[in-house]
């Protein structure tokens, strides 16, 4: 598609007829309808409509009040995002204990290196401990803690959290809690997560252990965006390193825990710069975007990487040195 679309999103209860009412409203008022998906987990409807709304019958704030009212009947929460809503800039930062992460993102910002053209803002740090405030407090940033003690978390004044600061993306920074649908499936391809080995390898907890006990030698970090799927989502960018003979769980953790600020960090970068999108589970950067991120291999590690012999080609060889009067 090469035109921008307007994306519609509800997320609720699953309802026989839920899917008639939305479309129906929208044909109505002269949207034409490119692209829709839907899923349900754990009780929880989702749909993602992209609609064409450029012969819209109708003014933005009237579509968004008439879908608004028909979330309120049909007890489901619709929300709508138009082409120009897409330059919002406000990051939620979402964190457990670990410094090194989100340390990085706020420092980034600090020096207006968080986006290329410097102008997005962190607006909010939400914990689900309160280990962090003070790391907050130091960059000046409002800290919520929003768990119970035990780390569980208050999804619902979480959500009340990202509406009430406008959050345009979500960056989990070693956020140790899964996120249920009801905060993913509002926020989808718009959550970035880091982990702690190079995805689909050790996805859940304890992937530095995982690593250790399987013996590898080469460990790794992943940014991904985040589906209802744990540690499954869209990868965006990767970082590797070498595992030394008889490396302890806390030597592997050290040299990962840079890389997974610097991963986490272009992640941002890239999602910020709209440089990549999700395309059937996978993500493209887009040729148009020139951003200086890193997806993968360092150009150094891609330049120490043999590239002969390759399967069904012969091996380069020199020519012969000639002799005699030849």
């Known amino acids: 598609m090469t035109r921008e679309l307007t994306e519609i999103t509800v ?47 109708t003014s933005r704030g009237e579509l968004r009040r008439a879908l608004a009212e028909l979330g309120r009947e049909l007890d489901v929460d619709i929300q709508v995002r138009f082409p120009s809503d897409r330059d919002a800039r406000r990051i939620a930062l979402l964190v457990t204990k670990e410094t090194h992460a989100p340390e990085a993102l706020l420092e980034a910002e600090a ?15 939400i914990g689900n401990r309160g280990d962090l ?19 569980n978390t208050d999804e619902e004044r979480l959500l009340d959290l990202l509406a009430e600061y406008d959050v345009d993306l979500i960056a989990l920074a070693r956020y140790m809690r899964i996120l249920s649908p009801e905060v ?30 399987a013996g590898v030698r080469i460990a790794g970090v992943t940014a991904h965006y985040v589906t209802t799927d744990l540690d ?16 302890s769980v806390d030597d592997i953790k050290r040299r990962g825990q840079p890389l ?33 991120a890193q997806l993968g291999l360092s150009p150094a590690a891609i330049d120490a990487n043999p590239d002969e012999p390759v399967d069904g080609e012969p091996l380069s060889r020199p020519e012969p040195a000639k002799t005699g009067d030849d």
């Open 11 to 57: 997320v609720g209860g699953d309802k026989t007829g839920l899917i008639a009412r939305v479309t129906s409203l929208l044909f109505e008022r002269g949207i034409n309808i490119e692209d829709l998906d839907q899923a349900v987990r754990e009780g929880v409807f989702r749909m993602t409509t992209r609609v064409d709304a450029s012969e819209l019958e």
């Open 111 to 125: 020096n207006g290196e968080l986006a290329d053209d410097g102008e997005a803002e962190i607006p909010v740090v």
């Open 133 to 151: 405030r003070t790391l907050a407090e130091r960059y000046d940033k409002p800290f919520y803690d929003v768990g119970d003690g035990n780390g």
């Open 184 to 213: 993913v499936f509002r926020y989808e391809g718009r959550i970035i997560n880091v982990h702690p080995s190079l995805l689909p390898a050790f996805p859940g907890a304890e992937a530095y252990r995982q690593a250790k006990d």
């Open 232 to 247: 499954q989502g869209p990868v965006i960018a990767q970082r590797a390193f070498d595992v030394p003979a008889g490396a």
């Open 260 to 292: 997974e600020a610097d991963v986490l960090l272009d992640a941002v970068r890239l999602h910020l710069a709209d440089a990549i999108a999700i395309h059937r589970g996978t993500v493209h950067v887009r040729e148009d975007v020139d951003v200086d």
